[in-house]
C-alpha cells in the first residue's frame, strides 16, 4: 500500500517538473534573440509539457487504482513516457546548438536527470508489483490444489 | 516460523525499521553532511583547476590592444565574450623593437553567429602559425599536424554538426581538432589561421551579413586585434609595459599577471565561503547526530538494559547502537554524496557561466580521492557522534534502568 502512494506521489511531482520545468524553473531559450526564429528547443518544452502532464495523470490513476495489475501497467507506461521524456531533448528534437545556452547547460541536464528518475522509479515498481503479483498467484494456486 | 540468531546486526536493523522516520531523520542529516563535503569540495577543486587552466592559458605576459579594450580582452579570455576591435598591423612590428620583448605574436579576432539556427554568437581567433606562441600548445595536445587552409579547431564547448564541420556564412569548415576543456573563453572559440579568416571575411561580404561581422571597414591584410608579447628573461612586465608605451600612443596593454591576479582574489573569497560552509554544516550535522543518538539512548534505556539482563555484554550494546549510527551513516553517506554528483557534474556548465570564474572539473582520479574521502568522513561521522551514547548506554546498570519511573 505505502509504494502505492510513494510511486504514485513521485510520478506526479515529477511529471509536473518534466511539464512545467522547461517553462518555469529550468526555461528553454524559446524565440532567437537577433532572428526572432523559434528554436528547436520551444518544440522540446512543447512536447515535454504533453508527456510530462501524461506521467502525472498516470501516476494520479497509480494512486486511485487497487488493481495490482492495472497498476503494473501504468508502471510500464510511465515507464515508456519516461523514455519519451529523456529522448525528446537529447534526440528527437535536441536543444539549442551551443554549450552555454539555457537549454542545453539547464534545461537538458534537469530533463536527463528526471525522465531517468522516473524511469528507474517505474522500472522498481514494475518488478515489485510483478514480483509480488506472482507471489500471491503462486500462493493463491497452492491453496486451490489442496483444497 | 524459521528463527534466526539475534546478532548484532540484525538487532540494529530491526531498530532501525521499527522506527522509520527517525530513521529517515538520521539519514537526512548525514545525507547533507554527504552532500556539503562532496559537493563542497568538487567545488572547491573545480575552481582551483580552473585558475591553474587559466594561468597556462593565458600564455603571453602581456597584449596589447587598441585604446580602451583592455575589458573586452579580458572577456575574451576568461569567458569567450565575443568582441572585435582592429588597429594597425604596423604595431607588430614596433612592438617587436621595443627593449624586453622576446616574442611577438598578432591575433585576428572577429565575432560571428553561426549560420544555423538556435546559435549564440561565436569569437573566431585568427592566428599567424609561424610566431603563434599561446594556441599552438594547446592545439599540438590534441591535432599533431599543420592546420590547413579552410581547416578550423574548435573549443571544447563549441557543438559541431554531426559531420564535424561548422557553418559559418553559408561556407562550411572543416573542424580539424577540438581542443581540451580549458574552462576559459578558449572552450567557446574558433581559431583558424589568417588565410582562412580571410576566407570567413569574404564570406560574410558575399552574404552581406555585415550585422555581425564589423570588418567592411577593416582591411583584413593590414589590421590586426592584439599583439601578444612575451618578456625577455631578465625584464619584468612593468619595465616592458613602460618601454612600449614610451613607444607607441594609442594603445592599451593588458599584464597577464593582472588578469590572473584578479581572478584569483575572486577566487580566494568565494573558496573560503565555500569552506566555511561545508565545514559549519559539518560540524552542526556531528552536533545534531550526538543530539539524536543521545535522545536515542535515553529513550531505548529500559529495551538496552533488558538486553543486557539476559546477557548481553557491554560490548554487544555498545555495538548495536555503533552499528545503527554506521547504517544510517552508509545509506546517508551514499544518498549525499549520489545527490551531489547529479547537480555538481550535468549543471557544470551552467555553474561556470552563473560563477563567471574558470571553472575546471577534476579528473576521474580526483574526483575518486574525493569521493573516498567524503564517504570516509559521513561513514565515520555517525559512529564518531554516537560514541559517547553507546557507552553511556551500555555502562547503565540493568536494574536501576528497568525499574526507572515505577
Given at each position: 500500500m505505502k509504494n502505492k502512494f510513494i510511486f504514485g506521489f513521485l510520478s506526479i511531482a515529477i511529471g509536473l517538473l518534466i511539464a512545467l520545468g522547461p517553462l518555469t524553473?529550468?526555461?528553454?531559450?524559446?524565440?532567437?534573440?537577433?532572428?526572432e526564429e523559434v528554436m528547436k528547443c520551444f518544440w522540446t518544452a512543447r512536447a515535454e509539457l504533453g508527456v510530462g502532464f501524461s506521467i502525472s495523470i498516470l501516476g494520479l490513476l497509480s494512486i486511485i487504482s487497487g488493481n495490482p495489475k492495472f497498476r503494473l501497467g501504468l508502471a510500464v507506461a510511465i515507464l515508456l513516457n519516461g523514455i519519451l521524456a529523456f529522448l525528446?531533448?537529447?534526440?528527437?528534437?535536441g536543444v539549442c546548438g551551443s554549450a552555454r545556452m539555457n537549454c542545453r547547460a539547464l534545461t537538458l541536464p534537469a530533463l536527463s536527470i528526471l525522465s531517468s528518475l522516473i524511469v528507474i522509479a517505474s522500472i522498481i515498481q514494475a518488478a515489485y508489483l510483478r514480483y509480488t503479483n506472482k507471489e500471491g498467484t503462486e500462493e493463491h494456486g497452492k491453496q486451490t490444489a489442496n483444497d | 516460523m524459521e528463527s534466526k540468531p539475534l546478532t548484532t546486526r540484525r538487532l540494529s536493523v530491526y531498530n532501525l525499521r521499527s522506527n522509520p522516520f527517525r530513521t529517515a531523520s538520521l539519514v537526512f542529516v548525514v545525507l547533507l553532511l554527504a552532500f556539503a563535503t562532496f559537493g563542497g569540495s568538487l567545488l572547491s577543486q573545480s575552481l582551483k583547476n580552473g585558475l591553474g587552466s587559466l594561468k597556462e592559458r593565458l600564455g603571453a605576459d602581456l597584449a596589447v590592444v587598441p585604446l580602451d579594450h583592455e575589458a573586452d580582452y579580458e572577456g575574451i579570455i576568461l569567458s569567450g565574450q565575443p568582441e572585435k576591435f582592429y588597429f594597425d598591423q604596423s604595431i607588430e612590428q614596433q612592438i617587436e623593437q621595443v627593449e624586453g620583448v622576446s616574442k611577438v605574436s598578432s591575433q585576428f579576432f572577429i565575432s560571428t553567429l553561426a549560420a544555423a539556427c538556435c546559435s549564440v554568437p561565436v569569437q573566431v581567433i585568427g592566428f599567424d602559425p609561424d610566431t603563434d606562441f599561446v594556441i599552438q600548445p594547446w592545439i599540438a595536445k590534441v591535432y599533431h599536424e599543420e592546420i590547413g587552409d579552410g581547416q578550423i579547431i574548435a573549443g571544447s564547448d563549441i557543438v559541431l554538426n554531426d559531420t564535424g564541420t561548422l557553418k559559418f556564412f553559408d561556407d562550411t569548415y572543416k573542424v580539424a581538432a577540438q581542443l581540451e576543456r580549458t574552462s576559459t573563453g578558449m572552450d567557446y572559440s574558433v581559431y583558424a589561421n589568417m588565410n582562412t579568416i580571410k576566407m570567413l571575411v569574404a564570406g560574410a561580404r558575399e552574404a552581406g551579413m555585415n550585422l555581425s561581422v564589423?570588418?567592411?571597414?577593416?582591411d583584413v591584410d593590414r589590421s590586426v586585434s592584439t599583439v601578444l608579447v612575451k618578456i625577455e628573461k631578465g625584464y619584468d612586465a612593468d619595465t616592458v609595459t613602460t618601454n612600449i608605451r614610451r613607444q607607441i600612443s594609442g594603445i592599451s596593454i593588458v599584464k597577464s599577471q593582472n588578469v590572473f591576479a584578479s581572478t584569483a582574489n575572486n577566487m580566494d573569497v568565494l573558496l573560503a565561503f565555500i569552506n566555511t560552509i561545508t565545514l559549519v554544516l559539518w560540524l552542526l550535522a556531528i552536533l545534531v547526530l550526538a543530539v539524536m543518538f543521545s535522545a536515542m539512548t535515553n529513550g531505548r534505556k529500559k529495551e538496552l538494559a533488558l538486553l543486557r539482563s539476559v546477557g548481553a555484554a557491554r560490548g554487544k550494546i555498545c555495538g548495536i547502537v555503533l552499528t545503527e549510527s554506521l547504517l544510517i551513516s552508509i545509506l546517508g553517506g551514499t544518498l549525499g554524496t549520489v545527490a551531489a554528483s547529479l547537480i555538481i557534474f550535468p549543471f557544470s556548465t551552467y555553474t561556470r557561466e552563473k560563477l563567471g570564474l574558470p571553472y575546471l572539473l577534476p579528473n576521474v582520479a580526483v574526483t575518486l580521492r574525493l569521493l573516498g574521502m567524503s564517504l570516509l568522513l559521513s561513514f565515520a561521522s555517525g559512529p564518531f557522534a554516537a560514541t559517547y551514547s553507546a557507552v553511556k548506554g551500555s555502562k547503565a546498570e540493568a536494574y536501576i534502568s528497568i525499574r526507572e519511573g515505577e
Open positions: 524553473i529550468f526555461p528553454v531559450c524559446g524565440v532567437h534573440e537577433h532572428s525528446f531533448p537529447a534526440v528527437l528534437i | 564589423d570588418v567592411y571597414g577593416t
